[in-house]
């Protein structure tokens, strides 16, 4: 019994092997389906319950490894608590890179962060600004290597 | 804001989700191959080794992050560097699978146990033997320098740490720190799959070895092409 848990195992070892090569050929090609947001052309939109949120990225086009301001713009209620952006990429964790925002103006707030590059090369990654004790909206776009 | 301590508990635990995640598709391949390429020969030693090289460049890293504060003019200076870098474990992993399979008429790089006649060969296999645990250490280290998202995101908290730290000593200190968090944090995983590689148990390992050498041949193709391409 033990061998046959062991050679699953091994198995499941050689195959990571293979599929190591084989997903990233498939993501590279072609624009990911979930994307919804051009972010090179311009503010994003979203809603989270009445509150319409606005998510820019300057400089554009927006590239990953370099230095980005994310501008959150809120129409209709003020948050009580400042909200905040978490980057990652759409079905697989990069580990927690957050942008801390800060007002800078009436219903703007303000941050600054990096996109990282993925070696796979995959281009997809996703903004999702949080609003404490209200909710998340996610904004999923590409970047450029 | 978080505290040193909770930043330092958070990059660890963040360390050990991307291991089990993301560290074991992306760097599991080479773990696995360096397992396969000890031929069933205990291989705590030389992975803990690897592991180790490995967490050294991250804490250097970090340490260069926390001291200037900033993560895109480290990683712009390390850019081509990391490029070679991925060509590299390509061409070692192509080499140890083409070895394990005895492709080579070198044998393995690493340890294996060829036996050369002559003063000058023995001399060459006493020290590559020697050499062939101890040689995990710098290929760790070296193979820390891949280019890797979790790792770049660490590198940011670190960059960032090192930003509100009061000097650049102590910016480096914090980074350094964040980063070793964030590598023993990936440390498990890949000794994992180290571990679940290690093919001491298996009698008629033949069969097995060749298809592994095909894949690794593959697997060090996709790396260099990947390099290339970066």
Same mark, same amino acid.
């Given at each position: 019994?033990?061998?046959?848990?062991?050679?699953?195992?091994?198995?499941?070892?050689?195959?990571?092997?293979?599929?190591?090569?084989?997903?990233?050929?498939?993501?590279?090609?072609?624009?990911?389906?979930?994307?919804?947001?051009?972010?090179? &052309? =311009?503010?994003?939109?979203?809603?989270? #319950?009445?509150?319409?949120?606005?998510?820019?990225?300057?400089?554009?086009?927006? %590239? /990953?490894?370099?230095?980005?301001?994310?501008?959150?713009?809120?129409?209709?209620?003020?948050?009580?608590?400042?909200?905040?952006?978490?980057?990652?990429?759409?079905?697989?964790?990069?580990?927690?890179?957050?942008?801390?925002?800060?007002? &800078? =103006?009436?219903?703007?707030?303000?941050? #600054?962060?990096?996109?990282?590059?993925?070696?796979?090369?995959?281009?997809?990654? %996703? /903004?999702?600004?949080?609003?404490?004790?209200?909710?998340?909206?996610?904004?999923?776009?590409?970047?450029?290597? | 804001?978080?505290?040193?301590?909770?930043?330092?508990?958070?990059?660890?635990?963040?360390?050990?989700?991307?291991?089990?995640?993301?560290?074991?598709?992306?760097?599991?391949?080479?773990?696995?191959?360096?397992?396969?390429?000890?031929?069933?020969?205990?291989?705590?030693?030389?992975?803990?080794?690897?592991?180790?090289?490995?967490?050294?460049?991250?804490?250097?890293?970090?340490?260069?992050?926390?001291?200037?504060?900033?993560?895109?003019?480290?990683?712009?200076?390390?850019?081509?560097?990391?490029?070679?870098?991925?060509?590299?474990?390509?061409?070692?992993?192509?080499?140890?699978?083409?070895?394990?399979?005895?492709?080579?008429?070198?044998?393995?790089?690493?340890?294996?146990?060829?036996?050369?006649?002559?003063?000058?060969?023995?001399?060459?296999?006493?020290?590559?033997?020697?050499?062939?645990?101890?040689?995990?250490?710098?290929?760790?280290?070296?193979?820390?320098?891949?280019?890797?998202?979790?790792?770049?995101?660490?590198?940011?908290?670190?960059?960032?740490?090192?930003?509100?730290?009061?000097?650049?000593?102590?910016?480096?200190?914090?980074?350094?720190?964040?980063?070793?968090?964030?590598?023993?944090?990936?440390?498990?995983?890949?000794?994992?799959?180290?571990?679940?590689?290690?093919?001491?148990?298996?009698?008629?390992?033949?069969?097995?070895?060749?298809?592994?050498?095909?894949?690794?041949?593959?697997?060090?193709?996709?790396?260099?092409?990947?390099?290339?391409?970066?």
């Amino acid at each position: 019994m033990k061998l046959v848990v062991k050679a699953t195992l091994l198995m499941a070892i050689l195959c990571l092997m293979t599929f190591a090569i084989c997903p990233t050929a498939s993501n590279s090609e072609g624009k990911p389906k979930r994307v919804d947001c051009d972010v090179h &052309a =311009g503010p994003c939109s979203g809603s989270l #319950e009445d509150i319409q949120i606005t998510l820019d990225v300057e400089p554009k086009p927006v %590239k /990953a490894m370099k230095d980005l301001t994310f501008t959150v713009t809120f129409v209709g209620e003020k948050p009580v608590t400042n909200p905040y952006i978490d980057l990652g990429m759409p079905g697989m964790n990069m580990g927690r890179n957050r942008v801390i925002l800060k007002p &800078a =103006g009436d219903l703007v707030y303000r941050g #600054e962060g990096v996109i990282v590059r993925c070696p796979s090369g995959r281009r997809t990654w %996703k /903004a999702k600004v949080t609003v404490p004790d209200v909710g998340a909206v996610e904004f999923v776009f590409d970047v450029i290597y | 804001m978080l505290s040193t301590e909770t930043i330092y508990f958070v990059i660890f635990t963040s360390g050990l989700a991307v291991g089990f995640g993301h560290c074991i598709g992306m760097c599991g391949p080479i773990v696995a191959s360096l397992s396969l390429n000890l031929k069933g020969r205990s291989g705590l030693i030389p992975h803990l080794l690897y592991n180790g090289g490995r967490i050294t460049t991250y804490g250097l890293l970090g340490g260069v992050m926390g001291a200037t504060g900033s993560f895109t003019l480290v990683t712009a200076r390390i850019a081509s560097l990391q490029k070679i870098v991925l060509v590299f474990a390509g061409i070692i992993i192509i080499v140890m699978g083409l070895a394990m399979a005895g492709w080579l008429p070198l044998g393995s790089i690493f340890g294996d146990h060829y036996n050369p006649e002559g003063l000058l060969s023995r001399g060459f296999r006493r020290l590559s033997e020697t050499k062939s645990t101890a040689t995990y250490y710098p290929l760790g280290m070296l193979l820390g320098l891949l280019p890797c998202g979790p790792v770049y995101t660490a590198l940011i908290a670190a960059a960032r740490a090192g930003m509100e730290a009061q000097s650049a000593l102590r910016g480096s200190l914090i980074g350094l720190g964040l980063m070793l968090s964030f590598g023993l944090g990936t440390v498990p995983s890949l000794l994992l799959v180290a571990k679940l590689a290690d093919l001491g148990w298996l009698k008629r390992r033949d069969i097995i070895y060749k298809v592994s050498s095909i894949l690794m041949v593959i697997l060090g193709i996709y790396f260099v092409v990947k390099g290339i391409r970066y």
